[in-house]
């Protein structure tokens, strides 16, 4: 694995106040209702005419729109249009709005967040490494350079609910900003393949109805039932690219991949997807799963099937800019046409500049833009924006 070459030093800035626009200490329902919180909410709130200026320049072109940068908010953080909309406003240029399905979904039970404490000098983790396997610290201890785990399960609105707030969302982006809509099937219990493939169809239609300019398909959360995740079966993502794309025609398809260790296993995910056009972009990396234990080393999120939980923010930088640069290759080698949008610890500028260099055409930020709401701006004026 390449490594990142950005360490603890240059991210343990000033003591900020690290108050996250999603407060981990309140309740997803909490957050859904009354968020964003914290500078992300009072700034866009105090200042409306400083929100981002429509008339600026848009020479990054992705997936066919024009932006003004080519950096943003990945599927989580932004929960509905209250969010998104202190997102464009605060400059973050593509927001995803987050991940739906085609039915209500309960989120898992609270607390949702804890913050990650990997052992080695520069707090990367390793996917699959000791620690992930015997245990990395969890608890409630915020600091910088900033790792989390999250553990919602994929909380969703009832399509009457996301469809009109997707709308409303994708009416406030400005010139050279796109909202993007995720989504993901349900396998629900006594569902077959078939069936399942139809969910999939199903939300996709639902949104392209909202009349959303990109839609990404997320394959890598436990969508398969405890631990098990979608793109582990290459064939069975081929089969529902195929079919959603059929549905959504022009609108073009992202398809949001885990940290994939294996150039073979890779290499069949890009043929299964992007090799033959029916997908036109691949996100990555979504969390890296490990056993979180608290100072003692019991399990530290509550309740059953939650021993193991998603880690993002600084651990996983190195393996998000690792399966870019992979991916990248591949594209070279191969030939081929797709838009790759790099996902991982990015947590400032530089590290926006480092996922460019390694190939990405868009580069995204969640727990880094979750405890700083100023993140967009300052990527914008590293471009000269
Ligand atoms: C609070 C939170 C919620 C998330 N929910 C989703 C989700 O619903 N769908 C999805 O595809 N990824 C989800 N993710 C994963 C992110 O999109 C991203 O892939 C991952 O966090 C790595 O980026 P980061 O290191 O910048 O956080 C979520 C991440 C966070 C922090």
Redesign the pocket.
Known sequence: MSSGTVGIDRHADEAADLQSF?DVRRSYEDNYREGPFGAFAEFSAAHPEEAVENTVETPYEFLGQHLRTPFGI????LLNSAFTDAAFDMGFDIC?Y??VRSRAWECNPFP??LAVHPKSSDGFLEPGGLESEEGVLADDRYERPIS?S?S?G?PSRDPDVWQPDMQRAMSHAGIGQLLIG?F?GSRVSGMDTMRYIQDHVDTASLLAETGVKVI?M?T??PNEGKHRLLCDDPALVGRICEAVKNRIGDIPLIV?LAYIPDDRFLDRLVEATVAHGVVQGL?????ISARLVDSQGRQALPGEGRDRS?V??????PS?LDMVARLDAMRSRRDLDFSIVG?????DAEDFAEYRRAGSDAV???????WDPMLGRRVANALGR
């Open positions: 999603y990945p599927a989580g953080p995803v987050k991940t949702n967040v989390i999250n919602f994929v995720s993901q990404e997320n890598s959360c949001k996100a990555t990396i979504n969390t998603g993002c923010g600084n651990a996983i930088r998000g996902v991982g610890g990015v947590l995204m930020s969640a727990t880094g833009a979750m």
